[in-house]
Structure formats: C-alpha cells, structure tokens
C-alpha cells in the first residue's frame, strides 16, 4: 500500500480502479461454462462480449463499431475530426479456464481513460482510438494474433480455411458470426492514421511482484524460437543389455534437457529456455527407450541474442547424441522475431510513471502480445501492471484494485502528456 500516498489529486478514492475491477468481474461473467472463464474467438460468448465493450465505448463518448475479424473498435476525436489518433488496446478472447485480467484489463482501462476525458470535456490534439483484440491467444484456430494481424494488414488469407476441431473452417466462422470474410481488408489500418500503439496488461510473471512495484516500463516483447528434437537409439530389454551396450533415447533427452536448463540459467541477460513436452518409445516400464521426442521453446529480450543460443544449445545436443551414438533430428517449428518497444515511448511511459510518483522500472515481456503485430504499422509501447503471484492463464489470476488503479492513472497521465514524436511518421 505504499502508493497510497502518491498519485494524481482527487483519485485517492481509487475510482478508476473501482470502475474498472466492476467492469472485469461483468466481462468475466461472460463464459462458455459458468464454472470457469472460457471465451474463445467467433462464438456466442464472444459476441456479448463484444457487446458490453462496444456500449462501455459509447458511454464514454466515443464512436463505436465491431470490424470485419470481431475486433471492437472505439474513436474520441481530438481537438478536430479526423486527426491520426494514439492506439490503445489488448485482447478480450481468453484461454480455456482462464483468469479475469489477461486482456480486458488494458481495453477497460484504455475505455475508462477517455470517459475521463470526455467527462471533463477534454479533447486532445490527437485523436484516441480504443481496440479490442478478438482473437491473441489462438485458441480455436490454433493461429495466434488474428485480431491484430487484420488491424495491422499482416492477416494471412490462407489462415480462412484452418478448421477447429469440430471442423468448422475460420472463414465460416466468420461468416455464422454475421461478418464477411472478404472484407478482412477493411479492419486494416495504414501507418499514416496512427501515432503510436500502447498497450497496458497484466505482467503474467513475478518481477513487478518482486520488485514492490505495481507498474513497470516494458522494454521489448520477446521473440521466441520453438524446436522439435527428435533422438533415435535403440530399443532393447531392460533386463539383458548391459549398459555399456545400450543407445538409451530417453537417457540422451535427459542430458540434453539438463544441458539446455544449465545453459540458461547461467545466461545474465533474460534468456529462458523450457522442454514442455517429452514422449518416449516404445514407453514400456521394461524396455529401454528406442526413441524420444522433444520440444524446446527458447527466448530472450533481442533476436541476436536468442538466435546464438539457440545455435549454442543445438551444438551441445549434437555433442551428446554424438557421443552416445543416437540419431538426432532437430528442427525449427516455430520464430517469432522480438518487437522491441520504441524508446521515445519507453520515455513518456516512465515519465507518466514518474508522474504518478511511482519508481521507473524497466523489464522485458516474456510473453506474446498484439504489440508483435501492431509494430508492423505503429511504434509500440507497453505498461506492465503487477498480477499476485505473477500467476496468469489460470483462475487465480488476480490484479489488486490499487495495481488496477494505478494502471490507470499512468495511463491517462501518459494520454494527457503525450507528445507524437517530432517528425513523427
Ligand atoms: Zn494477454
């Protein structure tokens, strides 16, 4: 509670806060399984979602439509229409038995900053566009970022005839949503129109939590590189070969797993490497494993610095399948490239951070955004706010009203104060 004393005048009572904690509770009720927070892309739940959000836009004095992917689309003009307009947004689609704050929470927030504005009567030099995302996490189509991709003019057509598993393609989707998939097109924006993307959401890690902050500066979104590893020994019986005989696939995973958790840890630079999934053949108690699949996703704060040690790592378990004679297949599944957050908003951020008499404190995302493809037409910047545990993509995923609040303020400390950038694009 430290930053109780701090803050913009008059907002003690936490009232952005308040109106923003009610706001996620209401999205939340929103599931396809009231057990749980389940709201997945192009569904029944999805569109009163979408709904809700579009109404807490015109209430806030903005103009308000759904686009042709389901992203909801909110505009308060600035001092005159049709001025380029400061971008906030996050993503309202959730995991399966989700928590409440990843993504609502930077669309609510953003919504509450201009029913700030507008009811102080404040128009700004610049317009202020609100977008929430339809699909970030991928759930249904196993293809992440449709949302922003569309906004950003990066969607890939292709992508229309992915089906989900009860085999309904994304194009029909689409369509029995009561939106047409050719005018995709239609959501895409041009760099021109845009000054700059921000995006406020949950950390979804425990450093803010560490570090007794509620808010934190991000300073890239982390690219990642995926591997599948794939080690062919020999199967035998567990009971009449000697050891010295033996091409143990699942022994070799198990040095090389070892080997890319070591290689990590002593890295100093923000480096994570994880093996999430692991499957032995022929998987008997008393057969010695013949084969052993394995994936590896690494990544790290810039693209130099990932793509060495994943060449590092992949040389150390050429070394180990060498030296225990396995066959080894590794392949590259998946790259995402890092999307550094631009400094000169990296620099208004901390300012409004500042402002709000908080500590500035810098630290990367680990996690994917839609910042990864807004950067394609706008500068990004990105506001962490600290969740409890730093536990997220889970129900015990919970942001306090102060942190909430807190958030908020930045926000708007950080609309009210914004400057384009000078020979800005
Ligand atoms: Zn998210």
């Known amino acids: 509670m430290s930053k109780m004393d701090v803050g913009t005048a008059g907002r003690e009572d936490l009232s952005l806060g308040r ?6 509770n209401a999205l939340a009720a929103i599931s396809e399984d009231p057990a749980n927070i389940t709201r997945i892309f192009l569904t029944s739940e999805h569109r009163a979602a979408a709904d809700l959000i579009l109404g807490w836009m015109r209430q806030a004095g903005m103009a308000a439509h759904i686009d042709a992917i389901g992203n909801v689309c909110g505009r308060y003009e600035g001092e ?13 689609d959730t995991v399966r038995d989700a928590g409440r704050w990843d993504g ?25 566009e609100v977008v929430g995302f339809a699909d970030e996490e991928g759930v249904r189509f196993a293809s992440t970022l449709l949302g922003s991709r569309a906004v950003a003019g990066t969607f890939d057509e292709a992508v229309l005839g992915v089906r989900d598993m009860t085999g309904v393609s994304l194009g ?13 097109g239609k959501a895409a924006r041009v760099r021109g129109e845009l000054l700059a993307y921000i995006e406020l959401h949950i950390e979804q890690g425990p450093v803010l939590e560490q570090e007794d902050l509620a808010v934190g500066v991000v300073t890239a979104i982390a690219g990642a590189t995926r591997l599948a590893a794939r080690l062919t020994g020999m199967a035998g019986h567990a009971g009449t070969v000697p050891m010295r005989l033996r091409r143990d696939a699942l022994s070799g995973a198990a040095e090389c797993i070892g ?14 490497g994880t093996v999430g999934y692991i499957h032995a053949l022929p998987g008997a108690t008393n057969v010695i494993p013949g084969q052993v699949s394995f994936t590896i996703d690494m990544r790290a704060p810039t693209d130099m610095h990932r793509r060495r040690a994943v060449t590092d790592v992949a040389r150390q378990i050429e070394a180990i399948a060498k030296r225990r004679d396995l066959a080894l297949q590794i392949d590259v599944t998946h790259e995402n490239r890092t999307a550094p957050c631009a400094p000169w908003l990296k620099a208004q951020i901390a300012d409004a951070i500042a402002a ?15 910042g990864m493809a807004m950067i394609d037409i706008a500068d990004v910047g990105m506001i962490f706010v600290r969740c409890r545990g730093g536990i997220s993509h889970h129900p015990d995923e919970h942001v306090e009203l102060a942190d909430a609040d807190a958030g908020a303020r930045v926000l708007l400390r950080l609309i009210e104060n ?5 020979g800005g694009k």
Do not use: K, N, W
Not at 80 to 92: D, K, T
């Open 172 to 184: 029909e989707a689409i369509t029995a949503f009561g939106l047409d998939p050719d005018h995709i």
């Open 104 to 128: 609502p929470l930077g669309v609510i927030t953003a919504i509450s900053c201009v029913a700030d504005l507008h009811r102080r009567g404040l128009r700004l030099p610049f317009a202020i």
């Open 418 to 422: 914004f400057r384009p950038q000078a």
């Open 19 to 24: 109106e923003i904690a009610e706001r996620i």
């Open 80 to 92: 005159r229409p049709g001025l380029p307009a400061l971008m906030l947004g996050s993503h309202y």
């Open 356 to 370: 709000e008499g908080f500590r500035v404190f810098e630290l990367p995302s680990g996690a994917g955004h839609d």
């Open 259 to 272: 080997v890319i958790e070591e290689f990590c840890r002593t890295d100093q630079a923000g480096l994570v």
